[in-house]
């Protein structure tokens, strides 16, 4: 409900209607008198001017924030927009403006009904002030979406929010690992009872609810079996859920449990905010656009992740019952899945960038030199693949500033 643009506007909607008629009647029964300079008719055509403004002020406000929000996503990337559409800031200042709208519409059509003219002092108090918070909803509204659309902030964005997905999908001990990976080997050869397959539309994997499967997997002592990855997008009719155990779980309940949508999401699928942040980095390095800084930046973010992911136990996610009991088993990307993701694209599009090229040996060295060995592997082919990639790209004579590791690309090499 809160990802949705409707929910809040529809509360402010009934808020609006209930406060206007209630103070309407209120002023009607009690009435209060301020001043000498308003009278019936004035109350009349100031709250009818509020109205007919507020509806061309929402129409003018809505243009704004859709072209700032088209530009946003053509300078970062498409995955983008969903993250505009759901700000919360844009819900309630649409919201405020709307009912700002609604409560003069509705108090204008009150006043003066019936045979007695009154002044509805508090009815114009109410609408002043709701004209006061549209204007600061206006402004906020305006700071959150420019600061929004900074490359410093998306980016710093999607590695706070992939910090929390890390820590929900993967085990934060080796112990846990190593029950994950028994789990997932004793299923391997065992036939499922139940295949929940998904409708005859494909759609993508957004979110899985693990409590609720768990708990279900637990009255009925099964295991359930996640077969795509989240993120994967799965065909029409392509399975979805495999059931081990003495008896077939309710479709419908288990169907529930997995949300689908039309396009990956940061809920559940930690490669994905590596994805967005590979998206920003390449789409920079594109010829129409030509900003190596900006790639630059997504790769600060980058690392700050595979460091963050390296010290998970990255391995098959496995979610137990409140008695410790295996109860769902689901893919989750490895190591070296990461590295690929974080580094190969921006390596090809790249490797021709003197910023990108030290950046990403600044990178490298620094992982290769910090990690564990166990993650050293995959680092170092990386490493020798962005040589073959610089040597490809920049010639022989201009090659050699193009190998330095340097942390702002071209800034300060190591003393």
Do not use: C
């Not at 209607?17 to 209630?22: D, E, I, W």
């Not at 021709?352 to 680092?379: K, N, T």
């Amino acid at each position: 409900m809160w990802g949705s643009l409707w929910f809040v506007p529809s509360l402010y909607v009934v808020g609006a209607l209930a406060l206007s008629v209630g103070l309407v009647r209120w002023d009607d029964a009690d009435p209060i008198q301020l001043g000498r300079a308003i009278d019936a008719s004035s109350a009349t055509a100031a709250l009818s001017a509020l109205g007919s403004g507020m509806l061309a002020f929402t129409g003018f406000v809505t243009s704004v924030i859709l072209m700032l929000v088209q530009f946003g996503s053509s300078q970062f990337s498409p995955r983008f927009v969903a993250r505009f559409r759901r700000s919360r800031t844009l819900m309630f200042a649409l919201s405020t403006f709307s009912a700002t709208f609604l409560f003069a519409l509705v108090s204008t059509a009150q006043i003066g009904r019936g045979d007695a003219a009154f002044v509805p002092t508090r009815t114009l108090i109410a609408a002043l002030l709701l004209t006061l918070l549209s204007i600061l909803m206006f402004l906020l509204l305006i700071n959150s979406t420019s600061n929004e659309l900074r490359v410093a902030r998306v980016v710093q964005m999607v590695d706070k929010l992939a910090r929390d997905v890390f820590d929900t999908i993967y085990p934060a001990s080796a112990s846990g690992a190593a029950a994950e990976q028994e789990v997932a080997h004793a299923l391997a050869g065992r036939t499922p009872v139940q295949t929940v397959r998904l409708g005859p539309v494909g759609r993508v994997v957004v979110a899985v609810d693990q409590g609720g499967i768990a708990n279900l997997a637990r009255k009925h002592d099964a295991v359930v079996e996640l077969v795509p990855a989240i993120g994967d997008h799965v065909p029409g009719r392509g399975k979805l859920l495999n059931v081990y155990g003495a008896q077939v779980l309710p479709e419908r309940r288990l169907r529930r449990y997995v949300a689908m949508g039309d396009e990956r999401t940061l809920d559940d699928d930690p490669a994905f905010a590596i994805r967005m942040l590979v998206d920003v980095a390449i789409k920079a390095l594109s010829p129409a656009i030509n900003d190596p800084t900006t790639a630059v930046q997504s790769l600060d973010r980058i690392e700050d992740l595979l460091r963050y992911a390296a010290a998970k136990h990255l391995s098959v996610g496995v979610v137990a019952d409140a008695d410790g009991t295996s109860r769902l088993v689901f893919p989750t990307p490895t190591w070296d899945d990461l590295v690929h993701l974080a580094l190969d694209e921006i390596r090809a599009f790249g490797a021709g960038q003197y910023q990108v090229a030290r950046r990403m040996r600044a990178l490298l060295d620094d992982l290769i030199h910090d990690l564990p060995e166990g993650r050293r592997a995959v680092l170092q082919r990386q490493s020798d693949l962005l040589n073959n990639a610089v040597t490809s790209a920049i010639t022989a004579g201009q090659r050699a500033d193009a190998l330095v590791a340097d942390r702002q690309g071209i800034g300060m090499a190591p003393r």
